[in-house]
């Protein structure tokens, strides 16, 4: 093994190994920390996807470093910690307090943290992270139901997490190329600094953080960092570039969408469904609270829909319905009520004959996956950028495209639906 990953979330794992999978890298994917003994021989890369973005900061540490622990003994060169291209966290963390366990477990002096993902127009500047054309701060993550992000200056959002002293290398040294920015690290270490967000603007930028990354113990960020790591390997003979997956030979069986990301991108993307005549199913928190909209309610209704057609399953909801349901059932609470029905109904999806499966949303893809217990996943070709269609291996097998709440253009269900069909 040449890189061991850690994602604090399943869609974001994917999202990277798709990247790895693309720029090379035999690359598998699983869903715990891999016990000892576990089959991983023959891959370049191994994703560990955890669900630790929103969880108990001591358990995101835990997890993480017993992650980073199976990586290690594996044969990993060096670890990779993914989190969101927009950042996904809060004060308490979880960003800060893992990368500063991982790096006190590997001895690291720096560690590089950059979420830029430019085709998906994440781009950082002088620290600040922009989404689109607009800060962070001012994108529609301002509203994200568990981590609203309200400060685009990403030095100060992870100084805040951290004890340990946070530095930028500015776009002036980036822009110079992989040289400058291996100085830059240098510098900043003379500086006493352990962290230093790094801009990028394009992926050329990224190619060459990438490559001043090379020995690096320690690089955190979002899968964008990728671009220039297995170039590093195949440059020191450690492995050659094996070309992506075209296709994917999918189980037969019927398709099911479900929806439980509220992000602007996925309630684009539910429309679109509902305009293109998908029968859906609008999950109401209050309903599941209330025990009216039973996981089996949902599921008959969607068995019953002609077989044809994918069905469609959402909770996706605007910030103001999501306000008023955190209002009265708290965030956490009202986060996993959902989560859980959305994995149930699923289940029985599944149970009853369904095969393939969109799902949209992050939190909602950890819990949906988790429920079916699935283990692994192989990487199949890209759906939209930072989406690829998987293969669950073991088990049933289930063609999975699990999309990151933000990611996806418009016609992203139809089209991942299409790619299939
Ligand atoms: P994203 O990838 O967009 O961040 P996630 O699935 O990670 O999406 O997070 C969305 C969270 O919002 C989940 O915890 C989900 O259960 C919760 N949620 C979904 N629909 C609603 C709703 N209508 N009201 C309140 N919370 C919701």
Avoid at 165 to 183: C, M, Q, R, Y
Avoid at 186 to 203: L, N, S
Avoid at 219 to 227: C, E, F, P, R
Avoid at 236 to 263: D, E, F, Q, V
Wanted: hydrophobic share 45%; charged share 20%.
């Amino acid at each position: 093994l040449l890189l061991g990953c850690i994602a604090d979330d399943l869609t974001g794992a994917t999202d990277l190994a798709l990247m790895l999978t693309r720029a090379g890298m035999r690359t598998v994917q699983v869903m715990q920390v891999p016990e000892a003994g576990s089959q991983l021989d023959g891959f370049d890369a191994v994703v560990v996807a955890l669900k630790t973005r929103t969880c108990p900061v001591e358990e995101a540490v835990d997890l993480s470093l017993r992650s980073a622990e199976a990586l290690l003994a594996l044969g990993a060169k060096q670890i990779f910690f993914k989190y969101c291209s927009t950042f996904d966290s809060t004060d308490k963390g979880n960003i800060g307090p893992v990368a500063e366990a991982l790096m006190d477990r590997l001895g690291a002096d720096l560690a590089l943290a950059c979420p830029a993902f430019p085709t998906n127009k994440r781009t950082v500047y002088m620290g600040n992270l922009f989404v689109g054309d607009l800060p962070l701060a001012e994108s529609p993550m301002k509203d994200h139901p568990l981590t609203p992000m309200r400060d685009s200056n990403l030095v100060r959002v992870l100084q805040r997490q951290t004890k340990l002293k946070v530095g930028l290398v500015p776009f002036s040294e980036v822009d110079k190329g992989a040289a400058a920015i291996t100085a830059a690290f240098e510098a900043a270490k003379a500086r006493g600094e352990r962290f230093v967000i790094v801009d990028a603007i394009t992926d050329k930028h990224l190619v060459d953080m990438g490559t001043a990354a090379d020995g690096m113990r320690l690089i955190t960020g979002g899968s964008g960092v990728a671009l220039g790591l297995p170039a590093n390997f195949i440059r020191a003979k450690l492995m050659r570039a094996t070309a992506a997956p075209a296709k994917l030979a999918a189980p037969k069986g019927r398709t099911a969408i479900i929806s439980g990301s509220c992000s602007e991108a996925t309630r684009g993307q539910v429309k679109r469904a509902i305009d293109a005549g998908v029968p859906v199913f609008q999950i109401d928190p209050f309903a599941i609270d209330r025990g009216s909209d039973s996981s089996r309610k949902i599921a008959d209704w969607a068995i019953a829909q002609p077989a044809g057609k994918p069905v469609l399953v959402y909770s996706s909801a605007d910030p103001e319905s999501v306000r008023a349901v955190q209002a009265k059932l708290g965030r956490e609470i009202a986060g996993s009520l959902v989560e859980r029905e959305l994995a149930d109904v699923t289940e029985k999806l599944v149970a009853a004959g369904f095969s393939r499966l969109i799902v949209a949303g992050g939190e909602t893809s950890g819990a949906v996956v988790n429920g079916l217990g699935v283990l692994a996943l192989e990487i199949g070709p890209e759906i939209d950028p930072g989406v690829p269609w998987t293969r669950s291996i073991g088990g049933t097998s289930l063609a999975l495209a699990l999309k990151s709440g933000n990611f996806g253009a418009p016609d992203f269900f139809l089209k991942a639906w299409d790619r299939l069909a």
